[in-house]
């Protein structure tokens, strides 16, 4: 069975543009999160969503979004990108409807670099 | 809200001893907990988990945590640590009836031989 899929990998962008992030979840996964990873702020949750609504929402600004589609793939875009953004992007999947067990899959990230 | 405390940023030990990485929470709500592991260039990894039961909770590779409420403490432990467990360790904890995981900071366990 397949892991959490996250493409790119890595990508390099300058400040000023947008990134669109990708995340395929787990087959059979509904339940989509994305969180941030940076040497200053550690682990930062983003959103969440489950059959493309978003049930939750991090404390972001509104260049950060993201959206989920029929098949359960979800993405990310951050817009007028800054430094700041320069950060690991980990996507996590859920496999069941339960939020009081379903355990969390993480993909490998997409590491994002703006300069 | 919910917090996390990892007291050690770094915690060196050599190969074959035990170890020991705390973690204190604080949540006014029933909080689910766990411990991942961040291996480089990857993603996180889930070691274990506390839900409901036992406070003695057994994970992967060995490892093991006790979850203690009067102390809202949940410390991750092996009793001999590899040269592979070089990593990154995070501890989460979970609201009940939400999926949000807030982690701690980390802490870096360094094995050396």
């Known amino acids: 069975k397949a892991g959490v899929t996250q493409t790119p990998r890595y990508l390099i962008k300058t400040r000023g543009q947008q990134v669109t992030l990708s995340c395929s979840p787990i087959s059979g996964h509904r339940s989509v999160s994305w969180y941030q990873q940076t040497p200053g702020q550690g682990l930062q949750f983003l959103f969440e969503?489950?059959?493309?609504?978003?049930?939750n929402k991090g404390n972001f600004p509104g260049r950060f979004s993201g959206r989920q589609f029929s098949n359960s793939r979800s993405e990310m875009n951050v817009s007028t990108l800054e430094l700041g953004d320069s950060a690991l992007y980990l996507c996590a999947s859920s496999p069941t409807t339960d939020l009081n067990t379903g355990e969390l899959f993480f993909g490998e990230g997409s590491r994002l670099t703006v300069l | 809200a919910q917090s996390v405390t990892q007291l050690d940023s770094q915690v060196p030990v050599f190969e074959e001893a035990p170890v020991e990485l705390r973690c204190n929470y604080s949540?006014?709500?029933?909080?689910?907990l766990f411990w991942y592991v961040q291996y480089p260039n990857q993603g996180l990894q889930l070691l274990l988990k506390y839900l409901s039961g036992s406070t003695l909770v057994k994970g992967i590779n060995g490892f093991e945590a006790e979850f203690n409420k009067s102390q809202t403490s949940f410390h991750l432990r092996k009793p001999s640590v590899h040269i592979s467990d070089t990593a990154e360790y995070f501890c989460a904890v979970r609201r009940t009836g939400f999926q949000k995981l807030v982690f701690g900071t980390g802490t870096r366990l360094l094995v050396s031989p």
């Open positions: 949540s006014s709500v029933s909080v689910y």
């Open positions: 969503y489950f059959s493309e609504t978003q049930r």
